[in-house]
């Protein structure tokens, strides 16, 4: 899962707020790092929403 595909599953949020997600040390780290960005595997990205989803809606508000 790239970060395009990451910033869609998080309901839309800019590239900005996307990279912060990123970036956080929570954060699962990328498998790849390719020249058209980092990958995630899918499964570790959908895992840390579950736990962390609220958090980021609130911090949105």
Known sequence: MG??????????????RAYQ????????????DLKQGKVWLAEDVEAWMKV???DIDDAEA
Do not use: N
Request: glycine share 6%; net charge positive.
């Open 3 to 16: 970060a395009h595909e990451i910033r869609l599953r998080l309901g839309g949020v800019s590239r900005q």
């Open 21 to 32: 997600i990123t970036s956080r040390a929570d954060f699962p780290a990328p498998v790849a």
């Open 52 to 54: 962390h989803r609220r």
